[in-house]
């Protein structure tokens, strides 16, 4: 007899995929039993859901015999469990124990004056009101500076040139200070496209805003990135802008800034920024707006 392997044509493989998808699907139900039962002992404890150092040492000890010539995708499949079971977490710990510190005012602000940076009052005048005194600044330090101390009620500024490029000035201020975006237009002039913005101290949100704008540092540590964006999808989120800049204290940090298409109040978002909350550091919604 032939020790030769016999050659399967392909329907008969996938005879045997469809029987291991099977398996994986009611295994995968009995995972996700299991995670609600974790979720529910954890609201109960308020231990918290994300824990890197027991995820490596589940990943090591699960991969310890694996063959090397799939290691790396095995190791792939299981950190997606993972990512999973922490996203399902994280709802239905919101649902048991409301614990995300993130309540915006329904209740825009009254704006009777605002200030501009000296250089782009003459982009900014299409949405100056014409009952709203406008002041001028030097620099967007000060323009917080006069927001905060209630000098004027807004400080309103181009936050981005369509397809160019972002505003560093007031990313910095939005990073640094605790004011947030209450509002954004798309304007056009002279063939660029610019969003302008409204900010005040106050975060508000609306049923109608269609826009969330995010702040966080992703951990130092490969993938760390990867996973936060895949995160994000898992949400069913649109990412609809993302930069970065130095973190100014720690090196090799960043702060990323992301706009999403989402709107803050809905409970899958929330679920979403309590993840992002949980598994970054210095996270702070900056606005949130409808375009």
């Not at 975006?181 to 056009?188: A, P």
């Amino acid at each position: 007899m032939s020790n030769e392997k016999i050659e399967r044509e392909l329907p008969e493989v996938r005879v045997d995929i469809d029987r291991v998808d099977a398996e994986i699907r009611n295994l995968f139900r009995e995972r996700m039993a299991l995670a609600d039962e974790v979720a529910r002992i954890k609201a109960r404890t308020a231990d918290e859901i994300f824990k890197p150092d027991r995820e490596q040492a589940i990943i090591a000890r699960l991969t310890e015999s694996i063959d090397p010539s799939i290691l790396k995708e095995y190791t792939a499949v299981i950190r997606r469990i993972m990512e999973i079971s922490r996203k399902y977490q994280y709802g239905r710990t919101l649902e048991l124990r409301d614990c995300l510190e993130i309540e915006p005012s329904p209740v825009q602000p009254q704006v009777k004056t605002v200030i501009c940076v000296d250089e782009e009052r003459e982009l900014c005048s299409p949405v100056l009101e014409e009952n709203v005194a406008v002041l001028n600044a030097e620099h967007y330090a000060a323009a917080a500076d006069a927001v905060l101390s209630g000098a004027a009620d807004a400080c309103v500024s181009v936050m981005e040139e369509i397809g160019i490029g972002v505003n560093d000035g007031l990313h910095r201020i939005l990073v640094e200070y605790p004011l947030y975006i209450n509002s954004c237009r798309v304007l056009e002039k002279g063939g660029v496209r610019r969003k302008i913005v409204s900010c005040s101290p106050v975060l508000t949100a609306d049923p109608q805003d269609n826009r969330v704008k995010l702040m966080f540092v992703c951990p130092n540590r490969s993938g760390s990135l990867a996973s936060i964006l895949s995160m994000i999808a898992d949400y069913g989120v649109n990412l609809t802008e993302i930069h970065s800049k130095p973190d100014r204290h720690r090196d090799w940090n960043y702060y990323f800034m992301v706009e999403l298409g989402a709107n803050i109040l809905e409970k899958e978002i929330r679920a979403m920024l309590f993840q992002l909350k949980s598994e970054t550091s210095d996270f702070r919604v900056l606005g949130s707006y409808r375009l």
